[in-house]
């Protein structure tokens, strides 16, 4: 299992697939996940990639520092991915769900998207709180003020399992918004997917957890977004925005709000988006032949 120790001293555990020659894709996971929730994915999207798949520094197999809760942290730990990785820049693809869109986002800040010639934004919404301007048709559904996230943070503190597994029935589109047909609570898959987040989200600390939470919530990528891929910018990295009608985290139109901002407004440019129905935020664990299918169309 290999492991990269971050420019603060932070050792980081990721894992590699496919050819070593192949075009670069990295996935990026989401709040108190793992690079474990792309296991589904990861035999499909290797055969013509070298898939790269980190845990984000206070998940999964990587370390647990008390420092290092920022968003703009996890950016610069994929910059040292990149370069830990040696990969070639302006050839790397990458797929960011959730919080991993935003550790995109902000690495473009930070770095410009040069690097990447492929992204893909899955289900996140480039602002979580309410403002004036942004309210319930577009941002988060449920951590979306400071009350909101107090109550979180208490939570993941008090009771992880019980805020671990409100999250999960939010991410899970069968538990948000069931269909006929979709698996029940005392079905095989219902309990097997929540004891595999549930393992997932416990691997980390409620406290340090919270305080990433905060940073996330607090972030408003915006204006950062249409600066950085915007027509005037001069960026030539394209974008797939992929967005969920059966998110309990985000209105689809939420997340679709991305497309408009690096098009300029413009109907054509180069991020384009869709809303799917078969999955909810967390669409490439509940279907990944069809998020597979749809990815790898994108990237061809």
């Not at 770095?111 to 309210?135: C, E």
């Not at 600390?205 to 001069?234: S, V």
Request: proline letters at 6%; one cysteine or more; a negative charge.
């Amino acid at each position: 299992m290999p492991t990269l120790q971050a420019n603060d001293g932070v050792k980081l555990h990721y894992e590699m697939y496919g050819p070593s020659e192949a075009t670069p894709l990295i996935l990026l996971h989401g709040f108190t996940g793992s690079g474990a929730v792309f296991k589904r994915n990861i035999a499909a999207l290797s055969q013509n990639h070298r898939v790269i798949v980190p845990d984000l520094r206070g998940h999964g197999s990587s370390a647990k520092p008390k420092a290092g809760y920022h968003v703009a942290r996890l950016a610069l730990d994929l910059q040292n991915l990149i370069d830990e990785c040696a990969l070639q820049k302006g050839t790397i693809r990458a797929i960011g769900t959730s919080l991993g869109a935003a550790i995109l986002w902000c690495y473009s800040e930070l770095f410009s998207t040069s690097a990447f010639s492929h992204m893909i934004f899955v289900d996140q919404a480039p602002l979580q709180n309410y403002l004036d301007d942004w309210g319930p048709e577009l941002g988060n559904r449920g951590c979306n003020s400071f009350g909101a996230l107090q109550a979180m943070q208490k939570s993941l503190i008090e009771t992880p399992r019980l805020a671990h597994l409100g999250t999960i029935s939010a991410c899970l589109g069968y538990r948000s918004h069931p269909q006929a047909g979709d698996p029940s609570p005392d079905s095989p898959e219902w309990k097997e997917d929540e004891a595999f987040f549930m393992e997932q989200a416990m691997k980390g600390e409620g406290w340090w957890y919270g305080k990433l939470m905060a940073d996330h919530t607090a972030n408003d990528w915006r204006y950062p977004i249409q600066q950085n891929f915007g027509p005037e910018n001069g960026s030539t990295t394209k974008v797939l925005v992929v967005a969920s009608s059966r998110s309990g985290c985000f209105p689809a139109a939420g997340p679709l709000r991305v497309v408009s901002l690096i098009n300029g407004n413009e109907e054509q440019g180069l991020a384009k988006g869709v809303t799917i129905s078969w999955g909810g935020h967390w669409c490439y664990w509940e279907k990944p032949e069809l998020f597979n299918h749809l990815v790898l169309g994108f990237l061809a």
